[in-house]
């Protein structure tokens, strides 16, 4: 499965963005999906994730209100609305999918599959 995110960019604080993620090879309704993100020299972070139904979704506390995630069946995909965008967002984000993508969020290991990225950068 290749994942190949698109939507990254620049915006001003107070911005808004859409990030997408479309999975290539096979589908992935057996696995949660999730947007993490990261900064040079920081550890990854997972930013939100959802479920396999979508029936459930979660968010770090720093997006929580201005993020939204979001499954798209269609593409095999999904996408991550982000709005109110602060500079303490600027960062690479990664696509990213495992069958227990949130329980493992904070294993070294990296997720089963995972995209090359893309960047978000805020200014003020």
């Known amino acids: 499965v290749q994942l190949v995110e698109s939507g990254g960019g620049l915006a001003q604080a107070g911005g808004s963005l859409r990030l997408s993620c479309v999975a290539l090879?096979?589908?992935?309704?057996?696995?949660?999906m999730g947007w993490f993100r990261q900064v040079p020299g920081k550890e990854r972070e997972l930013v939100a994730s959802i479920g396999r139904d979508a029936d459930s979704a979660y968010y770090t506390n720093d997006v929580k209100g201005r993020f939204t995630i979001s499954r798209d069946t269609a593409q095999n995909g999904m996408t991550l609305e982000m709005n109110n965008l602060q500079p303490e967002d600027t960062a690479a984000y990664h696509c990213?999918?495992?069958?227990?993508?949130?329980?493992?969020?904070?294993?070294?290991?990296?997720?089963?599959?995972w995209g090359p990225g893309t960047q978000v950068t805020v200014s003020l």
């Open positions: 990213a999918a495992d069958p227990d993508l949130y329980r493992r969020r904070d294993s070294p290991a990296p997720p089963e599959y």
């Open positions: 090879g096979h589908s992935l309704d057996t696995y949660e």
